[in-house]
């Protein structure tokens, strides 16, 4: 299994502003994600993070809203850039062990004012 | 594309209570098929999982069977507890995990003392 952390936990922001989200595994995993939730939704795939390389997104997702990193293959992060209200949900990043098996962060539950 | 259809909650059930939450799913090739639990407040846990047809993936009292001619992966458990009051996901994933976790809508399920 992996163990991942989130940081932060939670924030409120001001429209117009960027927050980096950092994602770490405790373990080498082979794939990581990045998924919102919005309020009392589902979870919804923003981009699979490549290590070293560019992140590949989904259908309605885009770099500069939403940049990526994966500098090794434990950690990654992902800006939410120039935020609005509609930004306001729960970012959740996700890792896949060498069972193929997908585990959760606790999530950063982000308020845009 | 893979699409994962679950019950529309909530669903309220008395303690002691049989629970079934019906799950089916549509993908290409043979996708591995998990259960997730969000409790309030916190992020996703997983509960069960299964890789093939005919598996059945058990953890914490509740089981889910992979049947592959019925395209569905109930979950089920024969005696509720207040204490599994919470959000259940039904997800698919297909590709050995390169392409992300598609989820059902969730279920939120509610049990009364």
């Known amino acids: 299994s992996a163990v991942i952390s989130q940081k932060p936990s939670r924030d409120i922001c001001q429209r117009g502003t960027s927050l980096t989200i950092q994602c770490q595994v405790d373990?080498?995993?082979?794939?990581m994600f990045w998924y919102r939730q919005q309020p009392g939704q589902s979870l919804t795939l923003i981009a699979t993070a490549n290590q070293g390389s560019e992140a590949t997104y989904e259908s309605g997702f885009v770099i500069d809203k939403f940049p990526i990193s994966r500098p090794n293959l434990t950690f990654s992060t992902l800006t939410v850039s120039n935020m609005s209200p509609e930004d306001s949900s729960i970012y959740l990043c996700s890792a896949v062990d060498w069972e193929e098996t997908q585990y959760f962060g606790p999530g950063t539950r982000l308020l845009v004012l | 594309g893979n699409s994962v259809t679950q019950m529309e909650g909530p669903v309220t059930l008395s303690e002691e209570a049989f629970l079934t939450i019906n799950c089916t799913y549509t993908?290409?090739?043979?996708?591995?098929l998990f259960w997730y639990v969000q409790y309030p407040g916190e992020g996703l846990q997983l509960l069960l999982k299964a890789t093939k047809a005919d598996d059945k993936g058990s953890n914490k009292g509740f089981e889910a069977t992979y049947r592959k001619e019925t395209t569905s992966f109930h979950l089920e458990k024969g005696s509720v507890q207040v204490s599994d009051s919470a959000v259940y996901f039904c997800?698919?994933?297909?590709?050995?995990?390169?392409?992300?976790?598609?989820f059902g809508k969730g279920t939120h399920l509610i049990i009364q003392p």
């Open positions: 373990s080498q995993v082979t794939m």
């Open positions: 993908a290409t090739g043979y996708p591995s």
């Open positions: 997800a698919l994933m297909s590709g050995g995990g390169a392409d992300g976790l598609t």
